[in-house]
């Protein structure tokens, strides 16, 4: 995999970790506007997730890094992201599939003791187009 830097989210607290991860998915943008993308395509999806948090858990970790792929990849590798009940009328755009992510992401963080938070999420569609999804204050769970 291709080193990539991100855009940087700023914060105070003490520890951040990045994940990234990559899923093979289908998907189609229901709605004339979406061109060529109307039609059932895939993609190699790239995903950056950061967390950041000031406290460790007993072992050590802010989050397992498997847990986070787990969330993640286990659930929408080789899958049609419009049959997920996470995305609102079936509709995964880019922009969705990263909020999306993040609203997994938080659940998932949301039940740490210690209480993470995860701050953005970068998804990849192609070499030359990604979006960020970052969470305004109070969002997270």
Known sequence: ?????????????????????????AHFIDDERAGVC????GHTYFVNITVAGDDLDDTG?????????????GRFDHTLLNTHPEFPEGIPTTEVVAKVIWELVDELLSQEKHRPYCLQVIVRETPTSYAIYRPKRGEHR
Do not use: G, T, W
């Not at 498997?66 to 969330?71: A, D, F, I, N, T």
């Open 1 to 25: 995999m291709l080193q990539q830097f991100y855009p940087q989210v700023h914060h105070d607290y003490r520890y951040e970790l990045n994940k990234d991860m990559h899923f093979a998915a």
């Open 61 to 73: 970790f802010l989050i397992n890094f498997k847990s986070l792929k787990k969330q993640v990849h």
């Open 38 to 41: 109307k039609e059932m395509h």
